[in-house]
Antibody, heavy 120, light 107 residues
Framework: QVQLQESGPGLVKPSETLSLTCVVSGDSIATSYWWTWVRQPPGKGLEWIGEIYYSGDTNYNPSLKTRVTLSVDRSKNQFSLRLSSVTAADTAVYFC?????????????WGQGTRVTVSS | DIQLTQSPSFLTASVGDRVTITCRASQSISRYVNWYQQKPGKAPKFLIFGVSNLRSGVPSRFSGSGSGTDFTLTISSLQPEDFATYYCQQSYSIPYTFGQGTELDMK
């Protein structure tokens, strides 16, 4: 059974870069799955950030595309999110997930989430 | 971007009730609708994909229907563990988007 665990700093200063990692266990990241990041601001709904395939192919939310970079490290069985020039609006719980194989674009197996606060 | 509007946003019900949540898309999304359940402080749980297909392990009291722009999630007989927030999601086109959520509370 796959497990995902997000990690990274819980506090980031405005204008800096947020960096999070999702470690995958119980499955190889180099399989026919897409891997996704979703975030949830406090008290609000879910926002899709983007997804990455183990080959490095990516799809991004256009609203974040100029600031987001997703990457995969097959040797460490993990994938990562970098979000540059953060503001208070980027304060959220960030989830990583493995997509369903039965329908495109549906995060199926989720990490527990990691809370990130943007504040000086 | 495709907008998804859920109704109602808040719903109170009792154990044993039948409840229906609606998700309306701003344009046709074929059958690319998925449903999630989220409890406070937890990650969303993947319930239904492709309108009506239950993920393995999801109780059969959950069902989904619809096509085009209008979709529903139905819980046939509410159980105590079903009180949560429910989100629809479209995976028809990027950016994949979620509805604003329906909070289901106990009456």
């Amino acid at each position: 059974q796959v497990q995902l665990q997000e990690s990274g700093p819980g506090l980031v200063k405005p204008s800096e870069t947020l960096s999070l990692t999702c470690v995958v266990s119980g499955d190889s990241i180099a399989t026919s799955y897409w891997w996704t990041w979703v975030r949830q601001p406090p008290g609000k709904g879910l926002e899709w950030i983007g997804e990455i395939y183990y080959s490095g192919d990516t799809n991004y939310n256009p609203s974040l595309k100029t600031r987001v970079t997703l990457s995969v490290d097959r040797s460490k069985n993990q994938f990562s999110l970098r979000l540059s020039s953060v503001t208070a609006a980027d304060t959220a719980v960030y989830f990583c997930a493995r997509n369903s194989q039965t329908i495109v674009g549906a995060p199926a197996d989720w990490g527990q989430g990691t809370r990130v606060t943007v504040s000086s | 971007d495709i907008q998804l509007t859920q109704s109602p946003s808040f719903l109170t019900a009792s154990v044993g009730d039948r409840v229906t949540i609606t998700c309306r898309a701003s344009q046709s999304i074929s059958r690319y609708v998925n449903w999630y359940q989220q409890k406070p402080g937890k990650a969303p749980k993947f319930l239904i994909f492709g309108v009506s297909n239950l993920r393995s392990g999801v109780p059969s009291r959950f069902s989904g229907s619809g096509s085009g722009t209008d979709f529903t999630l139905t819980i046939s007989s509410l159980q105590p563990e079903d009180f949560a927030t429910y989100y629809c999601q479209q995976s028809y086109s990027i950016p994949y988007t979620f509805g604003q959520g329906t909070e289901l509370d106990m009456k």
